[in-house]
């Protein structure tokens, strides 16, 4: 069974640009969920969608979006980046139902911004 | 508001010898209680978890104690290997569709 993939791994952007990060689930899994992840932050949740529907939002700006489609992939844009978007972005998808609420986490997409 | 707050923030321990990483949690309602294992270059994987009507739960070499009482859990690692050189995260959330909140993580170095 297929991981959770993440693309690009890999991006430099600089300040002002937008960035867009997409996240294919574990076949079967309806739920997604993203993290940005720091060194001074540790993992931070930034919101979960579940059946194409946001269902839990952190506390960031409304810069950062997302949306997911009916086959449960999701991607997310970050609007007019700034210098400390830079961060690892960690996607994870779970199955809910009946599952044990174990998250699995993609190798995520490493943003810097210049 | 950090509602998990988890220490130290590195560790190094000797091949052979015992880790152990707090973490401390605010939220009494918190019901699920996991840790986390991040190697370098690699998103984080679930490593044992636990629920709050249990005090420990072990398995092989690592073990969660957990404590209601005094909001606190901890991860044991017996026998430390390099191998578990890693970062390790603790967690918690209420179960029922609500997010993980994570601690700030532990960089553990196992040195031969």
């Known amino acids: 069974k297929a991981g959770v993939t993440q693309t690009p791994r890999y991006l430099i952007k600089t300040r002002g640009q937008q960035v867009t990060l997409s996240c294919s689930p574990i076949?079967?899994?309806?739920?997604v969920s993203w993290y940005q992840q720091t060194p001074g932050q540790g993992l931070q949740f930034l919101f979960e969608?579940?059946?194409?529907?946001?269902?839990n939002k952190g506390n960031f700006p409304g810069r950062f979006s997302g949306r997911q489609f009916s086959n449960s992939r999701s991607e997310m844009n970050v609007s007019t980046l700034e210098l400390g978007d830079s961060a690892l972005y960690l996607c994870?998808?779970?199955?809910?139902?009946?599952?044990?609420?174990?998250?699995?986490f993609g190798e995520g997409s490493r943003l810097t911004v210049l | 508001q950090q509602q998990v707050k988890q220490s130290p923030q590195s560790l190094i321990v000797q091949k052979g010898g015992i880790s152990i990483i707090n973490c401390a949690y605010e939220?009494?309602?918190?019901?699920?209680f996991p840790w986390y294992q991040q190697f370098p270059g690699k998103g984080p994987a679930l490593l044992i978890a636990?629920?709050?009507?249990?005090s420990e739960k072990k398995e092989g070499r690592f073990t969660i104690s957990f404590n209601k009482s005094a909001k606190q859990f901890s991860l044991h690692i017996m026998d430390s290997q390099p191998g578990d050189s890693a970062t390790y995260f603790c967690?918690?959330?209420?179960?029922?569709?609500?997010?993980?909140?994570f601690g700030k993580g532990t960089r553990l170095s196992v040195i031969a």
């Open positions: 636990i629920r709050p009507d249990v």
């Open positions: 076949s079967g899994h309806r739920s």
């Open positions: 967690a918690a959330s209420l179960s029922g569709n609500t997010p993980l909140v």
């Open positions: 939220n009494t309602a918190f019901d699920y």
């Open positions: 994870a998808s779970s199955n809910p139902s009946g599952g044990s609420g174990e998250l699995f």
């Open positions: 969608y579940f059946s194409e529907t946001q269902r």
